[in-house]
Protein backbone atom coordinates (compact mmCIF):
# COMPACT_ATOMS: atom_id res chain seq x y z
CA UNK A 1 0.00 0.00 0.00
CA UNK A 2 1.10 3.13 -1.24
CA UNK A 3 0.47 6.14 1.61
CA UNK A 4 -0.37 9.60 0.96
CA UNK A 5 1.68 11.50 -1.47
CA UNK A 6 2.88 15.28 -0.38
CA UNK A 7 5.54 17.11 -2.02
CA UNK A 8 9.37 16.82 -1.09
CA UNK A 9 11.99 19.19 -2.23
CA UNK A 10 15.64 18.80 -3.13
CA UNK A 11 18.85 19.18 -5.40
CA UNK A 12 22.74 19.03 -5.86
CA UNK A 13 25.12 20.39 -3.11
CA UNK A 14 25.44 23.84 -4.76
CA UNK A 15 22.18 24.21 -5.31
CA UNK A 16 22.28 25.04 -9.46
CA UNK A 17 20.13 21.94 -9.50
CA UNK A 18 16.80 21.85 -7.78
CA UNK A 19 13.82 19.68 -7.98
CA UNK A 20 10.49 18.29 -6.93
CA UNK A 21 8.94 15.60 -6.54
CA UNK A 22 5.21 13.92 -5.01
CA UNK A 23 6.14 10.75 -3.00
CA UNK A 24 4.97 9.09 0.39
CA UNK A 25 6.31 10.11 3.47
CA UNK A 26 7.40 6.51 3.88
CA UNK A 27 9.69 5.51 0.97
CA UNK A 28 11.67 1.90 0.12
CA UNK A 29 15.21 3.09 -0.93
CA UNK A 30 17.44 0.98 -2.51
CA UNK A 31 21.19 0.49 -1.95
CA UNK A 32 23.04 -0.52 -4.96
CA UNK A 33 26.32 -2.24 -5.07
CA UNK A 34 26.46 -1.98 -8.96
CA UNK A 35 30.03 -0.43 -10.29
CA UNK A 36 28.50 3.06 -10.33
CA UNK A 37 26.46 3.16 -7.22
CA UNK A 38 28.54 1.58 -5.14
CA UNK A 39 31.42 4.02 -5.65
CA UNK A 40 29.37 7.08 -5.09
CA UNK A 41 27.47 5.07 -1.94
CA UNK A 42 24.61 6.06 -3.74
CA UNK A 43 21.07 5.09 -1.85
CA UNK A 44 17.98 5.83 -3.81
CA UNK A 45 14.29 5.38 -4.26
CA UNK A 46 12.32 5.54 -7.18
CA UNK A 47 9.26 7.35 -8.53
CA UNK A 48 7.23 7.25 -11.57
CA UNK A 49 9.26 10.13 -13.95
CA UNK A 50 5.48 12.24 -13.86
CA UNK A 51 5.66 13.44 -10.11
CA UNK A 52 9.45 14.76 -10.56
CA UNK A 53 9.75 18.13 -11.44
CA UNK A 54 12.95 20.08 -12.35
CA UNK A 55 13.05 24.00 -11.03
CA UNK A 56 13.92 27.13 -12.46
CA UNK A 57 16.64 26.94 -14.73
CA UNK A 58 18.17 23.99 -13.51
CA UNK A 59 18.37 22.06 -16.71
CA UNK A 60 21.40 24.48 -18.21
CA UNK A 61 23.33 22.85 -14.85
CA UNK A 62 22.77 19.21 -15.48
CA UNK A 63 24.53 16.31 -17.34
CA UNK A 64 24.82 13.16 -18.30
CA UNK A 65 27.04 9.84 -18.00
CA UNK A 66 26.28 6.85 -19.59
CA UNK A 67 27.56 3.32 -19.65
CA UNK A 68 26.86 -0.44 -20.22
CA UNK A 69 23.42 -0.52 -21.69
CA UNK A 70 23.04 3.45 -21.99
CA UNK A 71 19.58 2.45 -20.50
CA UNK A 72 20.16 4.43 -17.15
CA UNK A 73 21.01 8.11 -17.37
CA UNK A 74 23.24 9.09 -14.63
CA UNK A 75 22.54 13.20 -14.44
CA UNK A 76 24.82 15.50 -12.48
CA UNK A 77 25.54 18.57 -11.62
CA UNK A 78 28.13 20.58 -13.77
CA UNK A 79 29.85 22.97 -11.43
CA UNK A 80 29.71 20.84 -7.84
CA UNK A 81 29.07 17.09 -9.59
CA UNK A 82 26.30 15.90 -7.17
CA UNK A 83 24.33 13.38 -8.98
CA UNK A 84 20.27 14.07 -6.97
CA UNK A 85 18.51 12.20 -9.19
CA UNK A 86 19.24 10.26 -12.74
CA UNK A 87 17.03 7.60 -14.42
CA UNK A 88 17.87 4.10 -13.60
CA UNK A 89 18.20 0.76 -15.50
CA UNK A 90 15.74 -0.69 -13.67
CA UNK A 91 12.98 1.93 -14.15
CA UNK A 92 13.94 3.83 -17.64
CA UNK A 93 10.61 5.49 -17.46
CA UNK A 94 10.87 6.47 -13.86
CA UNK A 95 13.09 8.79 -11.75
CA UNK A 96 15.43 7.16 -8.99
CA UNK A 97 15.84 10.24 -6.45
CA UNK A 98 19.21 10.04 -3.83
CA UNK A 99 17.79 10.09 -0.58
CA UNK A 100 20.46 12.28 0.87
CA UNK A 101 19.75 15.03 -1.68
CA UNK A 102 16.50 15.23 -0.38
CA UNK A 103 15.31 18.71 1.85
CA UNK A 104 15.16 17.38 5.41
CA UNK A 105 11.81 17.37 7.06
CA UNK A 106 9.33 15.50 4.66
CA UNK A 107 9.99 11.95 5.19
CA UNK A 108 8.80 9.63 8.45
CA UNK A 109 10.38 6.53 7.66
CA UNK A 110 12.70 5.31 5.20
CA UNK A 111 13.25 1.29 4.68
CA UNK A 112 16.44 0.43 2.96
CA UNK A 113 16.75 -2.47 0.82
CA UNK A 114 19.66 -3.80 -0.93
CA UNK A 115 20.04 -3.63 -4.65
CA UNK A 116 22.15 -6.25 -6.27
CA UNK A 117 23.48 -4.32 -9.47
CA UNK A 118 26.39 -6.64 -9.46
CA UNK A 119 23.63 -9.57 -10.29
CA UNK A 120 21.13 -6.85 -12.01
CA UNK A 121 19.06 -9.39 -13.91
CA UNK A 122 18.67 -12.17 -11.54
CA UNK A 123 18.39 -9.41 -8.76
CA UNK A 124 15.91 -7.49 -11.33
CA UNK A 125 13.45 -10.33 -11.98
CA UNK A 126 12.88 -10.92 -8.42
CA UNK A 127 12.93 -7.36 -6.71
CA UNK A 128 9.68 -6.13 -8.21
CA UNK A 129 11.75 -2.52 -8.30
CA UNK A 130 10.28 -2.14 -11.83
CA UNK A 131 6.81 -1.50 -10.26
CA UNK A 132 8.46 1.22 -8.22
CA UNK A 133 8.01 3.89 -11.22
CA UNK A 134 4.18 3.12 -12.03
CA UNK A 135 1.61 5.09 -10.82
CA UNK A 136 -0.46 3.47 -8.06
CA UNK A 137 -3.83 4.38 -6.75
CA UNK A 138 -3.68 6.11 -3.51
CA UNK A 139 -6.80 5.38 -1.68
Same mark, same amino acid.
Given at each position: ????????? =????? +????? &? $???? %? @??????? *??????????????????????????????????? =????? +????? &? $???? %? @??????? *?????????????????????????????????????????????????
Amino acid at each position: MESELVLHN =GGCHC +KKVRW &K $VQAP %T @SVVAWKC *NCSDCSMRGNVHFVVPHQRFELLGDSVQFITTYTF =GTHTA +KHTFC &K $VCGI %T @SFYTPRS *NPDGIAVTLACLDPGTLSHVEIRHADGKNWEDFFHRSGIALQSKTHSTK
